[in-house]
């Protein structure tokens, strides 16, 4: 027999016993609950999955954009409590990390025009002088 037909068994066996097995299981939650305590059981799932998209930015510095807009939607204190913070420019890397997009160079940096595209409306910056 061929590997690809052996794994091919193996997942439609997993996916014939587990779908079954999931959808009892939900049943037999249903029937045991009460109607409060589905109520609770439900308003706990929504409240997780609220926040399960500001955990993704737990501890990150993120654009101001994006910022703003978890702060409306969020609150202001849950995004302290994750630790999210606004940073205070946009600055990506190019020429293969060995540059960043910046809106303006620094002295010692030069412009690559051939990297630049990447940036948008900015220039890709990268170290040391052409002259």
């Not at 510095?61 to 409590?81: N, S, T």
């Not at 600055?91 to 940036?119: L, M, Q, V």
Request: hydrophobic share 40%; proline share 5%.
């Amino acid at each position: 027999m061929d590997k690809r037909t052996i794994y091919f068994i193996f997942y439609v066996f997993l996916l014939t016993m587990t779908t079954p097995a999931l959808c009892l299981k939900q049943q037999l939650e249903k029937e045991l609950l009460t109607e409060e305590e589905q109520e609770s059981v439900k308003l706990a799932r929504q409240r997780r999955q609220a926040v399960l998209p500001i955990a993704a930015y737990a501890g990150m510095a993120v654009a101001p954009y994006l910022f703003a807009a978890l702060v409306a939607a969020y609150g202001i204190y849950l995004v302290r409590q994750y630790n999210i913070r606004k940073k205070s420019g946009w600055s990506i890397p190019c020429a293969n990390n060995r540059g960043w997009c910046r809106p303006t160079c620094f002295s010692h940096e030069y412009i690559d025009g051939y990297h630049s595209d990447i940036c948008g409306g900015n220039y890709c910056c990268r170290p040391g002088n052409l002259g």
